[in-house]
């Protein structure tokens, strides 16, 4: 270990001072890494005390100890630690082993029943658990529809009172078409009195919604949900449409529970009252007119979701409602939210009859003391409208069964009179009569309707009528009136001609007779 001792007793006292011990590693403490090949330079400030390599194999000997016991004491704890591992993993085993065990006897009791299916009780068995299960996927249907909508749009009426209703309506046409075909007077007589009856309580255009609402929803999956929070879900026409132009006004401070709320109140709480009756009436009147004179509306359930002039008709008439009944505030900010939802301004105040058509609706502006008469159908860009700061009654009164045209303009306190037409783009300033046709700007008389109610017609050509006898005998009068102006036209012209010539001959005489006295002076004279 030491080979430089034999030199430490060999040194002089010049270089006693400082000897230079050379020890090598004898034992390094990594087993793992090469000892370094180049030896350690140890320097003894004391040549006498060369006892130090001694002192080296000791501590490496501690060293060594050390590290064997902290070995055994780290062995030790490991297997203390893994003893419970293996005692788990043979217990994990053992229950592998008997849920496989568990397994098997439980196929071979299914293998058994399956072998037994053909005795009766089996039979029963298998009945009731399907009946079960059906009423387990029952009763989930039912928990996910009850957790997919609110609770105020769940309706607790049963699937088959749909179909009840409509029975009931077959039934009524058919007791109605048996009445309009019956044998004798009297059987007819009765029949229509129990039509009457029958009619009552059955509301035809909310049958025919709900029933158009659930044969889309067959169509068209994606839209089930929303037909049926739309309609489906409702009991009434007005709760429907309460729900549906609530869900298109609303804001971020017009709740739709909150408009919900105003229009049901509109709606259904003044079924007493003739205003609340007429009210609906009109509601469903609107919506038949909308299906029958648009071609592009294909159904009347059409009508109530998608079409916008009848959702701005139908908020205007509760606005009207509202205006009429105080809450005048209220009604100024649906019209707010109304013109800039549906781009339609229409006064509270405006009167609008039963049976109006607004076809697209865009740009129609209607003015406060409009007044509308029933079956009117209105395009879209109309403006009935003021002259200018008039103050009163300003507005045009339009009477029933009128038709006016897109982009026309009515302006002033003027009458357009029943079953007249305005023609696209017109202006007009001044009365127009009834069942006659009026274009231009501004626009003139320019022929006759052929039909009484051109707004159901929806015929927006401009034709003039086929001549009547009444036409004829209009033009010969008109034409012999012309033809005697004209002969006494030229009759005066010829008087005229005549007097300038009997003129002319007498001033010819007394010019003459002017020359002669002058002449006859001159001769006295001489």
């Known amino acids: 270990m030491c080979a430089a001792s034999s030199r430490v007793g060999a040194v002089d006292g010049a270089e006693a001072s400082r000897v230079v011990v050379v020890v090598a590693d004898a034992a390094p403490r990594r087993p793992a890494r090469r000892a370094s090949a180049t030896p350690r330079r140890i320097i003894v400030a004391n040549p006498g005390r060369a006892s130090i390599c001694g002192a080296a194999h000791a501590r490496a000997r501690e060293t060594r100890g050390a590290a064997t016991t902290m070995r055994a004491a780290t062995r030790a704890t490991a297997a203390r630690v893994a003893a419970p591992r293996a005692d788990a993993r043979r217990a994990k085993a053992t229950t592998i082993?008997?849920?496989?065990?568990?397994?098997?006897?439980?196929?071979?009791?299914?293998?058994?029943?399956?072998?037994?299916?053909?005795?009766?009780?089996?039979?029963?068995?298998?009945?009731?658990?399907?009946?079960?299960?059906?009423?387990?996927s029952a009763s989930s249907m039912d928990a996910m529809w009850a957790r997919a909508h609110p609770k105020y749009l769940q309706s607790d009426a049963l699937d088959d009172a749909f179909c009840d209703e409509i029975e009931r309506a077959d039934d009524v046409a058919?007791?109605?078409?048996?009445?309009?075909?019956?044998?004798?007077?009297?059987?007819?007589?009765?029949?229509?009195?129990?039509?009457?009856?029958?009619?009552?309580?059955?509301?035809?255009v909310w049958t025919a919604i709900r029933e158009e609402a659930r044969r889309d929803a067959a169509r068209e999956p994606m839209l089930s949900s929303y037909l049926y929070a739309s309609v489906l879900s409702h009991?009434?026409?007005?709760?429907?449409?309460?729900?549906?132009?609530?869900?298109?006004?609303?804001?971020?401070?017009?709740?739709?529970?909150?408009?919900?709320?105003?229009?049901?109140?509109?709606?259904?709480?003044?079924?007493?009252?003739?205003?609340?009756?007429?009210?609906?009436?009109?509601?469903?009147?609107?919506?038949?007119?909308?299906?029958?004179?648009?071609?592009?509306?294909?159904?009347?359930?059409?009508?109530?979701?998608?079409?916008?002039?009848?959702?701005?008709?139908?908020?205007?008439?509760?606005?009207?409602?509202?205006?009429?009944?105080?809450?005048?505030?209220?009604?100024?900010?649906?019209?707010?939210?109304?013109?800039?939802?549906?781009?339609m301004d229409i006064h509270p105040a405006a009167r609008l009859g039963k049976g109006i058509l607004i076809d697209h609706g865009t740009g129609v502006v209607i003015g406060e003391t409009c007044v509308i008469g029933d079956s009117v159908s209105i395009l879209q860009g109309v403006t009935l409208g003021?002259?200018?700061?008039?103050?009163?009654?300003?507005?045009?009164?339009?009477?029933?069964?009128?038709?006016?045209?897109?982009?026309?303009?009515?302006?002033g306190n003027i009458k357009v009179e029943r079953g007249s037409m305005i023609s696209a783009g017109s202006l007009v300033l001044k009365p127009v009569a009834a069942h006659t046709?009026?274009?231009?700007?501004?626009?003139?008389?320019?022929?006759?309707?052929?039909d009484s109610k051109p707004s159901l017609v929806m015929d927006h050509h401009i034709t003039p009528m086929a001549p009547t006898f009444c036409d004829d005998l209009e033009e010969a009068v008109r034409r012999q009136v012309s033809e005697e102006k004209d002969k006494w036209t030229r009759t005066a012209e010829d008087e005229d001609r005549v007097r300038s010539q009997v003129i002319s001959a007498d001033e010819k005489r007394r010019r003459r007779r002017d020359r002669g006295s002058r002449s006859g002076g001159d001769s006295s004279t001489r």
């Open 386 to 411: 003021g002259t200018g700061k008039a103050v009163g009654d300003r507005h045009p009164k339009i009477e029933s069964h009128v038709l006016i045209g897109a982009h026309s303009t009515v302006l």
């Open 174 to 204: 058919r007791r109605r078409d048996a009445a309009k075909i019956g044998t004798s007077s009297r059987e007819g007589g009765a029949g229509a009195a129990g039509d009457e009856g029958a009619d009552e309580g059955v509301d035809y």
């Open 97 to 136: 082993r008997d849920d496989d065990s568990t397994r098997r006897r439980r196929r071979a009791s299914r293998a058994e029943a399956r072998r037994g299916d053909d005795d009766d009780g089996a039979d029963g068995a298998r009945e009731t658990a399907r009946r079960a299960s059906a009423s387990a």
């Open 437 to 450: 046709m009026v274009a231009g700007s501004p626009a003139k008389v320019v022929g006759k309707v052929r």
């Open 235 to 343: 009991d009434t026409l007005e709760q429907s449409l309460s729900f549906v132009l609530a869900n298109k006004l609303a804001d971020s401070t017009l709740l739709p529970t909150q408009l919900m709320e105003i229009f049901n109140t509109v709606l259904t709480e003044e079924e007493e009252t003739a205003a609340g009756a007429e009210l609906r009436e009109a509601v469903r009147a609107d919506v038949a007119a909308f299906k029958e004179r648009d071609p592009a509306c294909v159904g009347y359930s059409h009508a109530l979701l998608l079409f916008k002039g009848f959702h701005a008709l139908e908020s205007h008439r509760i606005q009207h409602a509202l205006w009429n009944r105080g809450q005048r505030l209220m009604a100024l900010a649906m019209q707010s939210r109304i013109s800039a939802v549906f781009s």
